[in-house]
């Protein structure tokens, strides 16, 4: 039973990780929490909707990485009219995330106005099929989702590694104004980084969508990834990770366990944002993560 | 009618939070996004007290209130102790107000999710506005006291105000109590408007209405957030039937504003005779945009045709508009020999002030104007102005002078003793085993090459972080563990290097906030602004502040923003407000720095000036030599962290460890 | 004239006129040095040399040719800037650092051919290649920024207080290799506190006082000038200042050709 926890607290957990890297990946450079990213992951599973569902019938390997595609252009679209202006002002990471909030709501409450708050289900890849080791019960579409994160980090970490925008990326993480100096278009630099935190975004939103369902505030999921990212350290891609998986992991401890009697399921939100409170207060760099003050 | 009231009492209700939420992020500079707890607060404690206990409804407002500004301390305690930068608290708050909406949803005495159903409905037009006019008027009141001017420095510049003695965390949690009560009796209002809430009402979505007031409204302004909330409030209920879209149109407005208009509609301004045409055409575009839809409707029952429609309506929307913003620069325009009088008569008030400080401020013009020489083009031949004011001093009385303060051995009461002071940032060594004695009553010149740990000595010793070894002795008291605010209340005065005025107050208000220990009034007093008490107190400090802007020769130019001041006045004001400190020891970094020669003589005759008459113990970092060489009798030398050398400006000039320092080692002095 | 700069005023916000009308020019092949006391606008003027602060008047030429003040766009005009305290990329290898400097380029041969003489000029670097730049010490550090700048093969050098926080010896080491690298054609324009140094290797220099050239002309005879001895060497005028003569390097850079 235990080990059947745990496996489901991995999976959830692995969802988590994908978002949490795509906070990471952007606080990183650009020092702000972009709160827009739950909604760039809520488009991605309406594109996929769309794509699956409701106007064509297209399987799910294409539904996805278009999907991925889809709200990788619209993260870029979202930093172009949103953040631009200000990163290039250099105003107080405050006012980004002000304006992520903003974009946040317009875009959830655009989906409430328009396609409206029915809940739709994506068609359930591998069906229901479950795989059976021993006791335990692993459906096929969490291997999928946990393997294909796996490896599409482990590309990130290559991209970040071994290519010149990667270390460029890496650079700019540390001083976006020196970087410039030495001939990157910054413009550029950020417009490919948040393309690449739409993806993983979209990504995750695809699998939440199959997972769960798919509704307007689906962002509203993404908080907890959010605090995964903290617990792992804002700005650091391992930290996200291991922040993720590890606020899976709890969440699910949590939602099988009982304190005297009472069943503290309902409490599991309380849980995650009283996590979240208590370590900005006493440890904000999470495990890994950089701690950079406010440019007095 | 009754749909007229109903928006006017919803403005109402929103715009008391949202006054609550201008004093905290506003003017104290600190973003809260889960404001809307406060509301729940304030809305839950009232409507159980009503429904329940059958408790009258101010008396459940009022302890609505309580709770309300407990709850806040409660949570803002732990948070503002931490010092988190502004997103993390920001986020902070997030949370919180997630939290305290969970709670709510899950305690049996609030009914959980389904809400408390059949609130007896008390609030009407009349109560609502009268409270928020209430609320507006202790509102300005407050800001016009010493403890709204501590909370409006702590949001220009919270380094700033702990160097001028105001400690952070009291004051911010003053602010915060204030905007939380605001908000439970805007909470408690609502309830007993709706009769009806649930959990779910005190979302984000309400916290973001309230932020997007305030960001969209103005920093540093009240009348700019509530007309801002009032658009809000009134615009969707033009368009009925796009109510989905009203939280798009937020959104969208928010992200606007603050990429391109971050200063909002009235940022740091009140509503006064110059922005009226602003108030009057935002209006006009209200009554517009309202009488654009039931006019289009009129137009297509009585005519049919759309387009004919929309073009009459627009044209009346228009004409609307035109007239309201004509009416707004009429009624400015009227107002202006109003305004001339009412400035004037003030004008005459200040001047008889003025005239008695005259005396000083010419004597410092006068010693500044003898030492300048430039050639038409700019270029300085011969000698520049600044070599020429090295000569101004008499060589004999430095002499004289430096006998008694030579090398800390002959000194009288030491003021300030560093021993053995060390400080390390990560690897690299500031502060190397520093050691030196100031006498009372000395000017001493501090000076060293770039990176030689000056401003670090300065910053431990007004405690800007904490030593890493060595003690800090100030009148005999060993102040190195203390705190910023209480080694200014020791005593101890200090400018920067660059310069960190509190820009959107005034130049005499920058000054005030200084004197912020001298105002003897109670909280409750100044909200009031108790007739007996307030007046006098201000007027003290008004008048106070004035003498000390005429020390710096500023006096003129009291009521300009200090933003707006030209870099040698900015610096003045830096110097005039660290003497508002009353400090025995003054610590001055790098004054003369960006200014041109004539500034620079007029800052050093500012400085002697200081020292003679008040009788300051100061030391003074500089880079330009002549201005420490004509200052200072006794003047001491850093090079990586460590003190090299210590004398009079002859004796440093010609030492050659101190010429090693500057030049390298390739050089050698020899002195004929 | 390679690099020319016409009439540049630079303002901080509203208040604070940082450059004021500020004209000079620096030859092809030349080391121009411009000394200034804190606070006297040298970073300011190389920063809007690279385009991270856009002046309200004035321009900027290279061989004649006006350059859009952008930052991205500098490298490309062939403006290479060694910021002061060095600016490097800590968490990034000693390689990767370096490397960035070449970031526009596509000759990868050429690349590799400067980083060769990169390492010759400053032979410490390649034993730490694959090291964290932020492990390395002051005076590594300072060479490391400088060879990064190199590796663009920039036809003006900027140098922003290069002995920032150096001891001596190693400032005399660094003002040795600005020196073998002008000596291969690399134009150079340094700011300075250090003046004494900052004179010896210059060409010509100006005085930068308060955001305005107030004084130019020959290194030398700066050095000698009473008004620059008094400001800003510290010294009154009747000290005589001895200089040990100037030593030949061992390490030479060689000429784009290959040529020792």
Known sequence: MFIQTIIT????????????????????????????????????????????????????????????????????????????????????????????MGVAISLQNLLYATIGAKLYALPPVFAMDVVHIGELTISKMDIFAFVFSALTIAVLHLILIRTKVGVAIRAAAHDMEMVSVLGVNLDVLVGVLFFIAGSLGGMAGVFMGVKYMVYPSMGWITNKA????????????????????????????????????????????????????????FKPTGFFGRHVEDKL | MAYLEAILINVAIYAIATLGLAIFTGYTGLFSLGHAAFMAVGAYTASILTYFYKVPFFAALALGVILSVLVSLLIGYPTLRARLRSDYFAIATLGFGEAVKVILENFDLTQGARGLPGIPKFSTLGNTYLLLVLAIILCRNFLKTTYGRKIIAIGQDPVAAEMIGIPLLPNQLLSLGISAGLAGLSGGLLAHYTTFIQPSIFSMDLSSLVTAGVVCGGMGSLTGPVTAVALFVIIPELFRGFALWRLVFYGMLLVIIINWRPKGLFGYEELNRKNLPKLFSIAGITGGLSLFMPTYRWVIESRGYEIFALLVAGAVAGAVTVLFGLLGKGLSLALAPVAERYHSLRGRLSERVESTSGELWSEGQRGASCAVRHTPDGLIDGTTALYETARLTPESSKENEAANYTAGTNVKTPILELEELRKNFGGVVAVDGLSFKLSEGELLGLIGPNGSGKTTVFNLISSVYPVDGGTILFRGMDITPWGPTEVVEAGVARTFQNIRLFGSMTVLENVQAALHREGSYSLLEGFLQWPNTVPKVERRLRDESRRLLAVVGLEREADRRASTLPYGLQRKLEIARALALRPKLLLLDEPAAGLNPREATELVELIKRIHQDEGLSIILIEHHMDVVMSLCPRILVLNFGRLIASGTPEQIQKDPRVLQAYLGEKAYAVVR | MLLSVEG?????????????????????????????????????????????????????????????????????????????????????????????????????????????????????????????????????????????????????????????????????????????????????????????????????????????????????????????????????????????????????FPAAGGEP
């Open chain 1, 9 to 100: 607290g991995l999976s959830i957990g692995s969802v988590y990780a994908l978002m949490a890297v795509g906070y990471s990946l952007v606080f990183s450079v650009l020092n702000f929490s972009n709160f827009a990213h739950g909604a760039i992951i809520t488009l991605g599973a309406y594109i996929a909707w769309a794509l699956m569902v409701h106007y064509l019938q297209v399987p799910f390997f294409p539904a996805l990485l278009l999907s991925m595609g889809g709200a990788g252009i619209l993260a870029f679209l979202n930093e172009r009219i949103a953040y631009s202006t200000l990163r290039r002002r250099r105003a107080p990471s405050l006012y980004l995330m002000i304006s992520a």
């Open chain 1, 226 to 281: 959010y605090i995964g990212a903290v617990i792992g350290g804002l700005g650091s891609l391992p930290g996200a990770i291991v922040g993720g998986l590890l606020l899976g992991l709890l969440e699910a401890l949590v939602s099988v366990s009982s304190l005297g009697g009472t069943s503290l399921s309902t409490y599991r939100d309380v849980f995650s944002f009283g996590i979240l409170v208590i370590l900005l207060i």
């Open chain 3, 8 to 252: 540049l005023n630079v303002f901080y916000g509203e208040a604070i006129h940082a450059l004021r009308d500020v004209s000079f020019g620096v030859e092809e092949g030349e080391i121009v040095s411009i000394i200034g006391a804190n606070g006297a606008g040298k970073s300011t003027l190389m920063w809007t040399l690279v385009g991270l602060l856009k002046p309200k008047s004035g321009r900027i030429l290279m061989r004649g040719k006006p350059i859009r003040p952008i930052p991205h766009l500098s490298v490309a005009a062939g403006i290479s800037l060694v910021p002061e305290r060095r600016r490097l990329f800590p968490h990034l290898t000693v390689r990767e650092n370096l490397l960035l400097g070449a970031y526009l380029r596509k000759d990868r041969k050429g690349v590799e051919e400067d980083a060769e003489r990169v390492y010759r000029l400053f032979p410490i670097l390649k034993e730490r290649l694959s090291q964290y730049a932020g492990t390395l010490s002051g005076g590594q550090q300072q060479m490391l920024a400088i060879g990064r700048a190199l590796l663009s093969r920039p036809k003006v050098l900027l140098l922003d207080e290069p002995s920032l926080g150096l001891a001596p010896v190693l400032v005399d080491q660094v003002f040795q290799a600005i020196q073998d690298i002008a000596s291969t054609g690399t134009t150079i324009l340094l700011v300075e506190q250090n003046a004494l140094e900052a004179l010896q290797i210059a060409h010509r220099a100006y005085v930068l006082e308060v955001g305005r050239i107030v004084l130019e002309g020959r290194g030398k005879d700066l050095l000698e000038n009473p008004v620059v001895r008094a400001a800003y060497l510290g010294v009154a005028q009747h000290t005589e200042i001895l200089l040990e003569k100037n030593q030949s390097s061992t390490n030479t």
